[in-house]
């Protein structure tokens, strides 16, 4: 694609919000991945953890037109050192820690694979990144009662974990549809929390398992 724009003279735009995690999972530099762009944009708050912010690169002169169209549209920001300092200590501290979400995910995927549900699957070797997307079978569970089992502390839950090694966990997931969720992991949990997500995950899958065997 990017040799076709050259050829035509076509400017080619990224829309990178995510260029950096697929830079690691693929292991190589982001400047291969954006080679033939003429410009590129990409999000400092997914997966670099800043609060906020993203960045628009290109030549001189489109940068000084989309700074006046910006400006034009009510959308300038003033202050915004804060921000950007914020934005700067994400990237030269947290590209190369995105590893750490990619195996986190992997770890979850992994745990859901290993509990061998035929209601709740996963297929981890089409996981690259940091989002784990789960398969639920709606035609016996739908994905937002999975979603909201997660999410609740159950009172059996503590005796069921590890002799109560593990305390009552709350997992926060995004219902996609009836039949996906998605499950996304970041710089702000650690391994420990992802072990307990874990347990969390396989003991609603129990119940999941275990009611509908029951039917």
Not at 39 to 46: A, D, E, G
Not at 87 to 106: F, P, S, T
Not at 115 to 128: E, H, M, Q
């Amino acid at each position: 694609l990017g040799k076709l724009t050259k050829k035509r003279n076509i400017p080619l735009h990224m829309d990178g919000a995510r260029v950096f995690n697929a830079a690691v999972s693929l292991g190589v530099p982001v400047s291969r991945i954006v080679k033939y762009c003429d410009s590129v944009t990409f999000c400092l708050s997914k997966g670099l953890g800043a609060p906020i912010g993203s960045i628009l690169i290109g030549e001189k002169s489109f940068i000084e037109k989309a700074r006046r169209l910006r400006k034009v549209l009510g959308g300038a920001m003033r202050q915004a050192g804060i921000v950007a300092a914020a934005g700067l200590y994400a990237l030269e501290n947290c590209v190369e820690r995105l590893a750490d979400d990619h195996r986190n995910a992997k770890k979850i995927a992994y745990a859901i694979q290993r509990t061998a549900s035929p209601y709740v699957t996963v297929n981890p070797d089409k996981l690259d990144t940091n989002i784990l997307l789960v398969n639920i079978n709606s035609t016996v569970v739908d994905a937002k009662y999975f979603v909201s089992e997660l999410i609740k502390i159950d009172p059996d839950e503590s005796d069921s974990q590890s002799n109560n090694k593990i305390r009552s966990t709350a997992v926060r997931i995004a219902q996609i549809n009836d039949a996906r969720v998605r499950v996304v992991t970041h710089k702000n949990i650690t391994d420990k929390e992802v072990d307990m997500a874990i347990e969390k995950i396989k003991y609603v899958i129990g119940k999941i398992d275990t009611y509908t065997n029951d039917q």
